[in-house]
Structure formats: C-alpha cells, structure tokens
C-alpha cells in the first residue's frame, strides 16, 4: 500500500504586506503627532505678542513682548526709555521756564534803573537775585522799604507761574552788632530773609511752604571787608529760585 505525504497546513497568521502596511499606518501616525506636538501655542505668550500689535503701530520698532532666553544687545528696555524720555522733557521745561524768569527779570531791572543795586543770574542752583541791602532794608533793620515793593511785587508774579522751590539767604558784613532787636548778625540776616518771605507770601498768596529762610550773618562774604563799598556788597539778600534738577542744602 502506498503511503501518500500529508501536505503541511498554511498558518493562520496575517498575511504578509500587512506587516509592511502596519509599519506604515505606525510611521504616519508619528509623524501626525510630531506635528500636532509641534504646533502646540503658548497662551500666554501669544495673547502678549498680539497684544503688543494691538498697542502700537506695527511699523514702528516695537520690542518684542515674548522673553528671550539670551537677549542680545539690541533689546531695549522700552519702559526705561520711556521713562528717560519723560524726565528729559520734564527736565526741558524747567530749564525753558527757568530761562523765561530770569529775562524777564532782567528786563525789569534795566527798565527800572536797578542793576547797579540787584544782580539776576542763573547758576547750577538755579535762578539767583542778589538785592543790595539798600534796596530793601535801613542799616541795621529789618523792615522792607517801600521803594523795594516793585521789585518784590515782580518777583512774586513770576512765581506764581511756577512750582520751584525757593530760598531766601541773609547776608551781612563782618562789622559786629548788638541792638535789643538783634544781639548779633546772625539775628538780623535771618530777619532779613524772613521779611522777604513773608511780603511775597502775603502780598502774591503763595504756598509758604514752598519757601526757606536762612541766615547766613558775615560768613559768607563775596568781597574783602576792608572798604565802605565792599561793605555795602556784603549786606545783601539772594533769592534762590531753585533748579528741580538741583539739590539745594541748607549749609
């Protein structure tokens, strides 16, 4: 009897491209989430960008409103220099304000006579008048006279159109006195200086706070004490209109 072969039965498996075709799906599939991966927005930095565009004219240079990990040296603190660009203009105007006074006074002194007698300067100090005491006091008082009413009257309109602060120093020379009013020079240059402050106050209703009184008697001469005219020079009131860039010290 002859013995016939028993053919081998085929796998039940898949069949074989679709290995290949899995392998594809697979490699799709990834590349679909790197994609999706990819495209994925930050919230908070996109709402920052879009609202920078919002805010100024896309023309213009503009930093950008996303952080970066290394900026380079042309990003700009916009702010700041904002900022700067305030202080500078607010900086402007006082001087030009500054500038305005001063002519003006200047112009007074030559329409009236007075620059042999008041002295109107600008310093780093700002604004400074030097009024001889012949101006505004008797020897030894401390009384305005009344010939120093318009020159005051002046100065008090300038400055009521502006904030600046102000400081009011008493001079004398080196020549000692001793009255029942004023035991010494000390007492009468701050009298002095007070007096001023007080007519511009209360004539032209100005801030008092706005105001400093300092009397300074013989220690601060601009000439020698040795002759009748450089005496007269000594004995003298400055008002210091200041500069806000300035810091004024009382010393």
Do not use: C
């Amino acid at each position: 009897m002859k013995i016939r072969k028993r053919k081998a039965s085929k796998s039940g498996g898949a069949p074989g491209w679709m290995v290949t075709f899995s392998d594809l799906v697979t490699l799709v599939l990834v590349f679909f989430i790197l994609l999706f991966s990819m495209s994925q927005i930050d919230l908070v930095k996109f709402k920052a960008v879009a609202n920078s565009f919002n805010k100024v004219n896309i023309l213009d240079y503009y930093p950008s409103a996303v952080p970066f990990d290394h900026p380079s040296d042309y990003s700009i603190d916009y702010e700041s220099t904002n900022n700067r660009d305030g202080d500078v203009s607010n900086e402007n105007q006082g001087n030009a304000s500054l500038q305005e006074l001063l002519q003006e006074v200047q112009a007074f002194l030559e329409a009236n006579n007075l620059e042999d007698v008041v002295i109107a300067n600008r310093t780093e100090r700002g604004i400074v008048l030097v009024l001889e005491e012949k101006v505004l006091f008797e020897t030894a008082e401390a009384t305005i006279l009344p010939i120093a009413h318009p020159f005051l009257d002046k100065v008090g309109r300038l400055l009521s159109k502006i904030p600046n602060l102000v400081k009011v120093e008493g001079h004398t020379d080196n020549r000692p006195i001793s009255t029942g009013k004023f035991p010494s020079n000390w007492e009468l240059s701050a009298a002095r200086a007070s007096s001023v402050i007080r007519y511009l106050v209360a004539e032209h209703d100005l801030d008092a706070e706005r105001f400093v009184a300092v009397g300074y008697g013989e220690t601060r001469p601009i000439v020698p004490n040795n002759s009748s005219e450089n005496y007269q020079k000594n004995r003298r009131v400055e008002i210091v209109i200041s500069d806000p860039q300035h810091e004024e010290r009382i010393n």
